[in-house]
């Protein structure tokens, strides 16, 4: 032979489904001639060929491919009507497509692959590397993936191999296969390297198609079933980080059938469309695995009839949706009781929602609102919403009636109005949360997660005549909130935010509604109208707010117009780290220079800090007479008035008169503002709390009030509060002209709930990690890193040791920690290590997983790095912001809590603030979660750049 040898692996047992694993085949049998070697396979009867003629393809299409029935050739040529309208399994993510098609023949199941070649190139580049996807098949009736199971891989050098067992095993044989595989309309002979270096697949358009026959009597059947389940798996390696990255396939799946998806003769079952006209289950709900985290297999329908549906698995969340509901507006309930649970974590019963886009096997994210299934958290409610890999709660509340879901019914109720959803508990309200993922139409169902829950009594209704009156009764209207490109118009009632839209509150209620405009570098948007209930309220704004009490339906309008006008108004700001941490810019509009309070407020935010006492601010102010100041530190500095006018900015005194034209407008922050407001959160059996900076000067006359020690006791010299009783109090530090305020709160820590319970693995590996500090940790030297995943070397910072070599340097990261572990392993570690600086990242779990709103948050990371410095007063502390996730769920709170944590933490002198927030964008994610390994540079970089002493390795 001349060239490079070509194979192909024949077989009625076929996928061309890509994988990660590399097999060679070898072959075995007599050679007749250079074109065909001929074997027996003992295992089956079907002989194996291997074709290694450069002509091969040729051969095959032409002569040597079988029709095995139902008019399918397989051929890797997806043109048979079999295929046709045939529900596939699609994934679709970071540039890879790929189908799965199934048609159920009396034989045999046949299998057909479509996926294009983007990352299956990236790693074939790579001569030791394979790519792409594979497929684990199982009877629809397995409950544990055995050696029943079957793999097929599709390897990156051309060859395909079969392999069945479990996970610590696999046995390998070889039947007959055949993969076809196209670029730009041509053959790919897929020998030996010339698969990687073909041209046409740069471009990431290209794809491999494939088909299969498999014998029913290779999952051990002997008739055809009614469906089978499979599970798919797409994979390639990044050469670069040596990362395997896994997608499409349902999480924690790999070893349960359970998980799988599920096929019948028309394809995969939970195809949005399927669901709509063909599901064959009950008119009430159909079991659906909408997201990786559902359990079709685990629903029992059994009594469906009777109106009762029963959840089957306490391992995972499993979801179930109404047949045919796929509305803006529709109202759900069912009454719910749960049996048992599994130990260890918050378990839950409740409705959820869906957006129906197109069949896919990830990228989904149902809301639900649900009740936990714990004897602690008796009579508490709260709202869950899932990601690919999570689950994030958005805190727990109490829903003004005492019930217990482990042993009644209760009933549960949940109204889709728009992208609003509201919740009811027993006829009575518990709150409305908005959703922007869900405007348009999504699929109502229940949702019971790591519980066998009973269902009763559900049903869904579209009828908005029917959902009003509900409202109605519930004494609950609707307020539409209208906005164009340009700003927010937000309504505030209580603790609740919407923004944009639409919001239900309970009538009566008083809600502030706040127009804000937005204003960047090089554009101001301005107000041209503000309607409420088509009246123009502008005259009413104060500060861009308006004032009302909602006793009916409510249409507010707010219009904004950019500015066709104005001037670049820059300066710099120089003072101290207070102002540097959180200083605004912010101007309102006046009606005459005399005016105390100004229409529109306006703020610009991205002031830019080049040191520790300098920042710098420029953006576009539009014409108009304006009040600005400096805001920092809850309080504010350097007002004005300044009129903007035919491309100049005049700056006036207090009769309105002109004093000077300026060209820019500098602030001093060492101007200390008269009023500075701190909230102080102190805890009960928590260290005395120190103050933070003061403003004060050195030799000024102090004068206190407010003291309460009933709740706290105040040291004045040392400026501390040690925590007496709950409770709350207000105290008063003034001096000539300027007084500081001090809103302290205490507070009790209930430590009953799940967040506070450890994981056995990782507190065994926080001892592991006391155990490395005592024989590498050096005191008053290292710098130890503490924290979450993002710090945990054992899979994501894996070159940590490598960057820090020369340093004396120990990383203490564990994945899924969150500040309720830290707390505790402070007494149980920390405390027993001695580091001079301690680098932290933490708070994502919090957010994202625990369901932490803004102030939990906040106050967790504070109690947190108080007990800290309490524990190792000599240690420096330097605290990296929440890192933004892919899913932006959470973003709000994520940046607010960074932007409250900057701020607490200017206060102090033994920590630091790192803010990385907007330095690690969401494209330097490896998994929508972590950084890539090279990005890990924005971590060091920052602490680089910070003041830290890091000691070189002795």
Not at 278 to 293: D, R
Request: glycine share 8%.
């Amino acid at each position: 032979m001349t060239g490079k040898t070509k194979r192909l692996l024949i077989t009625s047992l076929a996928l061309g489904a890509l994988a990660l694993s590399a097999a060679g085949l070898s072959a075995c049998g007599d050679k007749t001639d250079e074109n065909t070697l001929v074997g027996k396979l003992e295992r089956k009867t079907y002989d194996r060929v291997v074709y290694t003629s450069e002509t091969y393809r040729e051969k095959l299409v032409t002569e040597k491919y079988k029709t095995t029935g139902e008019g399918v050739n397989v051929d890797g040529v997806l043109d048979e009507e079999i295929w046709q309208n045939n529900y596939p399994l699609s994934y679709s993510m970071g540039g890879v497509e790929s189908k799965l098609y199934t048609a159920f023949g009396e034989d045999g199941l046949y299998l057909a692959t479509r996926m294009n070649m983007k990352a299956y190139y990236r790693v074939t580049r790579a001569a030791d590397s394979n790519g792409g996807g594979n497929f684990f098949i199982a009877p629809a009736e397995k409950t544990s993936r055995d050696d029943k199971a079957i793999q097929i891989i599709y390897t990156a050098r051309g060859y395909v191999m079969t392999s069945r067992g479990n996970s610590t095993g696999f046995e390998t044989w070889y039947v007959n296969t055949y993969v076809k595989t196209y670029v730009d309309g041509g053959w790919i002979e897929e020998g030996d390297g010339s698969l990687q270096n073909s041209g046409g697949l740069v471009s990431g358009g290209d794809y491999v198609n494939a088909e299969c026959f498999l014998p029913w009597a290779e999952l051990g059947l002997e008739e055809k079933p009614a469906k089978v389940k499979i599970m798919p798996q797409t994979n390639y390696n990044n050469n670069s980080t040596g990362y395997r990255i896994f997608a499409g396939r349902p999480a924690g799946a790999y070893n349960n059938p359970l998980d799988w998806f599920v096929f019948d003769e028309k394809g995969y079952i939970q195809n949005d469309e399927r669901l709509k006209t063909e599901n064959p289950q009950t008119e009430i709900a159909v079991g659906h695995g909408y997201n990786n985290l559902s359990k079709t297999a685990a629903w029992d329908f059994g009594t469906v009839g009777d109106g009762i549906v029963k959840s089957g698995n306490m391992q995972q969340s499993q979801f179930a949706y109404f047949k045919d509901i796929y509305a803006e507006n529709w109202m759900i309930e069912a009454n719910v009781r749960y049996e048992s649970s599994t130990s260890g974590s918050i378990h839950s019963v409740g409705l959820c929602a869906e957006t129906p886009t197109t069949p896919s096997v990830r990228t989904r994210t149902p809301v639900s609102f649900n009740l936990p299934c714990s004897d602690a958290l008796k009579g508490k409610a709260r709202w869950t919403t899932y990601s690919d890999t999570a689950q994030t709660h958005e805190g727990l509340a109490d829903v003004g009636s005492a019930f217990d879901v482990m042993t009644e019914f209760v009933n549960l109720k949940l109204i889709k109005t728009g992208s609003v959803f509201s919740a009811f508990v027993n006829d009575t309200f518990f709150a409305s949360r908005q959703f922007d993922a869900y405007a348009g139409e999504a699929a109502p169902g229940i949702v019971a997660a790591g519980v066998i829950a009973e269902f009763k009594d559900m049903r869904a209704v579209t009828d908005e005549e029917e959902i009003n009156e509900y409202l109605s009764s519930m004494n609950l209207e609707t307020v539409y909130l209208n906005s164009n490109d340009g700003g927010v118009l937000s309504l505030t009632c209580g603790d609740t935010v919407y923004k944009n839209k639409i919001a239900l509150v309970q009538r009566g209620s008083e809600v502030v509604l706040q127009v804000k405009p937005t204003v960047l570098a090089n554009v101001v948007y301005l107000v041209k109208t503000f309607t409420v209930n088509g009246a123009d309220k502008s005259a009413e704004l104060v500060g861009g707010k308006y004032f009302m009490t909602v006793e009916d339906t409510v249409n507010v309008t707010v219009e904004y117009v950019r500015a066709a006008n104005g001037v670049q108004l820059t300066g710099s700001i120089r003072g101290n780290a207070i102002a540097a941490a959180d200083a605004k810019v912010k101007f309102t509009e006046l009606a005459s220079p005399a005016d105390s309070s100004g229409r529109i407020e306006y703020e610009f935010t991205n002031v830019q800090q080049v040191s520790e006492g300098e920042a710098f601010y420029s953006f576009r102010i539009a014409d108009g007479l304006y009040r600005l100041w400096l805001e920092y530190g809850g309080g504010k500095t350097g007002e004005c008035v300044i009129r903007v006018s035919e491309g100049k900015i005049e700056l006036l005194d207090e009769s309105g008169n002109v004093s000077r034209e300026i060209t820019s407008l500098d602030f001093d922050a060492t101007e200390r503002p008269k009023t500075l407001v701190r909230n102080i959160t102190a805890w009960l059996g928590y260290p005395t709390i120190p103050l933070p900076a003061s403003c004060f000067r050195v030799g000024e006359t102090v004068t206190w009030d407010g003291e309460n020690a009933q709740i706290a006791t105040f040291d004045r010299a040392n400026r501390t509060l040690t925590p007496i009783a709950a409770g709350s109090f207000t105290l008063t530090a003034s001096t000539d002209g300027y007084s500081e305020i001090y809103n302290v709160t205490v507070k009790a820590v209930d430590k009953s709930g799940n967040k506070w319970q450890l994981d056995a693995g990782r507190t065994a590996y926080a001892e592991q990690l006391k155990a490395k500090w005592a024989t590498d940790g050096n005191a008053d030297k290292t710098t130890l890193f503490i924290g979450d995943s993002f710090f945990d070397v054992r899979n994501f910072w894996t070159n940590f040791y490598t960057t820090y070599a020369d340093t004396d340097a120990l990383c203490a990261g564990i994945g899924s920690t969150t500040t309720y572990d830290w707390e505790q392993y402070a007494e149980t570690f920390l405390q027993y290590t001695a580091p001079k600086n301690i680098v932290v990242h933490l708070g994502t779990n919090n957010i994202y997983s625990d369901g932490d709103d803004l102030q939990t948050a906040t106050e967790n990371l504070q109690r947190l790095f108080m007990l800290v410095h309490d524990k190792l007063p000599s240690a420096k502390i330097y605290y990296f912001a929440i890192t933004q996730r892919s899913n932006t769920a959470h973003e709000t709170t994520v940046s607010q809590t960074n932007a409250a944590m900057k701020q607490w933490c200017a206060g102090y002198d033994w920590i630091t603030f790192l803010d990385t927030e907007q330095a690690l964008t969401k494209d330097m994610l490896k998994d929508g979660i972590h950084p890539q390994l090279q990005y890990y540079s924005v971590f060091t970089d920052a602490l680089k750049d910070s003041d830290i002493d890091m000691q070189a390795k002795a």
